[in-house]
């Protein structure tokens, strides 16, 4: 089965065509094409929306499908909100409720409903699938995702911690193939030492443009570092992650700011980039290497806020068995790696120097062999676990 799987940014467009075997494992060469379209909207660009974005993959398509129909789309879409929790076969009410859920995720979400309808202009007989971030997290308990407020916030206006709808029983051990970042990399991991998926403790650090951490237990998650929007929770690219909300009622109140700016102000401008003047990690470690300071402050920032969710998620999971980077920093940044492991010396966790230096393709263990909890590095896959997720509901 061919899969085209399409990650939509608010001005990029990520895709992978993909080729499932008939059990839904990747084939022999799963990926058949590959790429990306960028500054989408941006004047000048000559790529005015995602419809036209659209075109230029489809020109790129026609040459690796060899005449053959892509027979499903996938769509990565970041927050389902309390109704998504399993990936969904697009009609158009489900791409309103994708919208209407913007608040939640107002960098993503209008994103990926433009792509869905611009795909579904382009191919109306092609079955698309959604695949949202938020619903692997459905197994948190309450406490970890309710908020200290007076309750009728979350039963009137549904302000809680997401990656999380209404509590359900959990579902039984283990769960499907697939799914999300976290869920693949948790199986990977789980396989990696050894121990049965329904029985795995971990701490998963995702750490990408976008970062976060998710606390396993049993193989599920019970707890995660963004919040109500993936706004919370570690230091990212250009989002701030935690604060005091104090802060963004004194912002109001005493600067000027008002809520567009604020959105602006800590979901686009802050982070590394606010810190540290760059978004991308590979030059905020280049400029902190070759001594600017601001770079090392916001490397140390960021290591120190990762260490103190590390320690809390040990605590959260009952002892964790592993942890666990993965995405573009998590895989491919010792140096960060290095950091952030510096500062877990108090769990008894060591690592060696060399293994996390090493350049190595699988999961792979970068923890000394005395260290109190194995440290691995697992490459995720998202297009996979996207792609056989809609493998299974268009089959
Ligand atoms: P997302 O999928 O969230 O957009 P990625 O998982 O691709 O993001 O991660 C992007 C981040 O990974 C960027 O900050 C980039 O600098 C970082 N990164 C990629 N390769 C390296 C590398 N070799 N060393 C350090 N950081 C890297």
Redesign the pocket.
Known sequence: MLVLVI?S?SSSLKYQLRELADDGTDAPVPVLAQGLVERIGVPGSGVPDHAAALEQVEAELAEATGGRTIDAAGHRVVHGGERFTAPARVTNEVIRAIERLAPLAPLHNPAAAQGLRAMAERWPDMPQVVVFDTSFHQTMPREAWQYALPDEVYTEHGIRRYGFPRPRPPPPPPPPPGGTSHDLVTGLAAEHLGIPRGEFRAVVL??????SATAIRDGVSVDTSMGYTPLAGLVM?TRSGDLDPSVVTHLMRNHGYDAEELDTLMNRRSG?LGLAGE???????ENAASGDGRARNALDVASYRLAKYVGGYHVAVGGAQAIVFT??????????RARVLDRLGALGVAYDAEANRARVAGPHTISAPESAIPVLVVP?D?EQAIARLTWELAR
Do not use: K, W
Not at 206 to 211: D, Q, T, Y
Not at 327 to 336: L, R, T
């Open positions: 990650n940014g995702h750490l990408g443009n976008g970062a690219g590394l978004a991308d990690m590979r030059q905020v470690l995405a573009g920093i998590g895989e491919n940044s010792a140096p960060f995720t998202e």
